[in-house]
T-cell receptor, first 115, second 111 residues
């Protein structure tokens, strides 16, 4: 597609429950990024993929967070045993560096609320 | 990546040019200046980027000083729909490609 798609739009989980977020990058884009926005202006990079391979995972919390990008499937970000502090909007972005340095196209985000 | 400094907020009258400054005094020779914006709670949107020369596209112009220590994003005729948080990001020409967002400038376009 021509836009990055993210599902679901909203997700509510009780503390300790699992949360799984999905991202379909723009067709033909080989890089996928996940960012977390906790407060209105505070973005945190989590992880990036080049096709199905992890490219940079320096922002991923060591515990509870995992992500995958498998061929012919949406990418996913999974949080095991959610905590209140995981409440945030999670944005996915995709890019194709061969089309110009580092322009990233962002999806609309998934708002995760942990209660 | 070099650190950037932006004003917290700015106002601009509708129809006037909005000039958003950014300081990046520690920028390296291979680092680009990127501008993104976030309208309300939408995903960030790419606006423009540059290395040394001034750049213009359908959305905005980017003016980079000769010493590259600062830049200005210009929205030539601001509309209410340009109300957003604008982020200036400096990033090397090689590496992991992740964007490092600061706090940005909240631009309010006033009727």
């Amino acid at each position: 597609g021509e836009e990055v798609a993210q599902t679901p739009k909203h997700l509510v989980r009780g503390e300790g429950q699992k949360a799984k977020l999905y991202c379909a990058p723009i067709k033909g884009h080989s890089y996928v990024f996940w960012y977390q926005q906790v407060l209105k202006n505070e973005f945190k990079f989590l992880i990036s993929f080049q096709n199905e391979n992890v490219f940079d995972e320096t922002g991923m919390p060591k515990e509870r967070f995992s992500a995958k990008c498998l061929p012919n499937s949406p990418c996913s970000l999974e949080i095991q045993a959610t905590k209140l502090e995981d409440s945030a909007v999670y944005f996915c972005a995709s890019s194709q560096p061969s089309q110009g340095p580092y322009e990233q196209y962002f999806g609309p985000g998934t708002r995760l609320t942990v209660t | 990546d070099a650190k950037t400094t932006q004003p917290t907020s700015m106002d601009c009258a509708e129809g006037r040019a909005a000039n958003l400054p950014c300081n990046h005094s520690t920028i390296s020779g291979n680092e680009y200046v990127y501008w993104y914006r976030q309208i309300h709670s939408q995903g960030p949107q790419y606006i423009i980027h540059g290395l040394k020369n001034n750049e213009t596209n359908e959305m905005a112009s980017l003016i980079i000083t000769e010493d590259r220590k600062s830049s200005t994003l210009i929205l030539p005729h601001a509309t209410l729909r340009d109300t957003a948080v604008y982020y200036c990001i400096v990033m090397a020409g090689a590496g992991s490609y992740q964007l490092t967002f600061g706090k940005g400038t909240k631009l309010s376009v006033i009727p």
